[in-house]
């Protein structure tokens, strides 16, 4: 979809990403999923959350890409009672459970992932966040990306996303909420005291005019948060970090919100355990690289956040 997606709202863009979904093979899957991993590992990206809904077999094919690639993957397979395509939905929440668990049987590493409190209705998030609590698997959500989405929410259940995520048990330690664009600070309370984290997409939420996160307000709450590449439009794990340090000085007319330190457990530390990984692979960068000319060994950190590409990444 890159260049073919450009204008209109974030609700255009979704029926262009649906078209796109629709025409998805196993074929099609394992290949392009191969080459866009072998660009996320180029850029700096060691492992992949991969918020899966296009089916099983395809599901099976997104782990042979992966494979193929290098890449470390968790396969977050969505749970979609309603809305979007028929080939997402499962027919109850039964069906849903059985596919985990027949990709864990295959032997991926699988989080689960209700899509959002618009494709799920509360049953179904209960009986999911009780299987990850079983379980002690990863669970990663979208919630309050879109104003639309929250007025959904409030119109449904008289609560806002996260609120409701907390109700019905899918707010806990191994929870992450991906976006929380428009989280408020109630929300923001109870993300920061049950443990959950949240999954910053910067350039996507640029992208599609979702808005900003709440930088400033989510780090006060000691918040953990991690970095997505979502859409796909950008790859870049640098950019990333720099959009959430840029996003939080333009809020606070202040620089240096979040530390050198802080951005690269966001890229590191934060994200391998908000898909449940134990370990992590290190990258290397091309010291020699142009953007890095003149710098000191000791700022090459902070420079690489500050102004360096995901082409300073050496490829494997």
């Known amino acids: 979809m890159r260049g073919r997606a450009a204008g209109g709202d974030f609700w255009a863009w979704r029926e262009t990403m649906l078209a796109e979904a629709e025409r998805q093979t196993p074929d099609l899957v394992r290949a392009d999923y191969e080459r866009a991993f072998l ?48 080939r997402f939905r499962q027919s109850s929440i039964d069906e849903y459970l059985e596919q985990v668990e027949s990709l864990r049987s295959a032997g991926l590493r699988v989080g689960v992932a209700p899509h959002s409190v618009r494709a799920c209705p509360a049953e179904w998030l209960e009986a999911i966040g009780r299987f990850a609590e079983s379980e002690g698997l990863p669970l990663h959500v979208h919630a309050d990306e879109q104003p ?45 005291s049950s443990g959950a984290t949240i999954c910053a997409c910067p350039t996507t939420e640029s992208d599609l005019g979702d808005g900003f996160l709440p930088a400033e307000r989510v780090r006060r709450r000691a918040i953990p948060l991690c970095i997505g590449s979502d859409s796909n439009v950008r790859i870049d794990p640098f950019e990333e970090l720099r959009e959430l340090e840029g996003i939080a000085r333009r809020q606070t007319e202040r620089r240096g919100v979040f530390s050198t330190d802080e951005l690269y457990a966001f890229g590191g530390d934060v994200g391998a355990r908000s898909l449940g990984l134990d370990e992590r692979t290190e990258i290397e960068v091309d010291l020699g690289h142009r953007s890095l000319a003149g710098v000191e060994r000791d700022d090459v950190p902070a420079a690489l956040i500050a102004g360096c590409g995901a082409d300073v990444v050496v490829a494997e």
């Not at 492992?47 to 809904?53: K, L």
């Not at 449904?156 to 929380?180: F, K, M, Q, S, Y």
């Open 39 to 86: 660009e996320m590992l180029a850029s700096g990206y060691t492992a992949v959350g991969e918020f899966h809904y296009l089916g099983v077999p395809e599901a099976l094919a997104a782990a042979e890409a992966a494979a193929a690639a290098g890449v470390g993957l968790v396969l977050l397979h969505v749970a979609y009672a309603r809305g979007g395509l028929p």
């Open 148 to 192: 639309k989405e929250v007025e959904e929410c409030l119109a449904e259940h008289g609560c806002r996303p996260i609120e409701l995520l907390d109700r019905v048990g899918c707010l806990t330690g191994r929870t992450t909420i991906v976006h929380a664009t428009h989280a408020d600070g109630a929300e923001l309370d109870l993300v920061a």
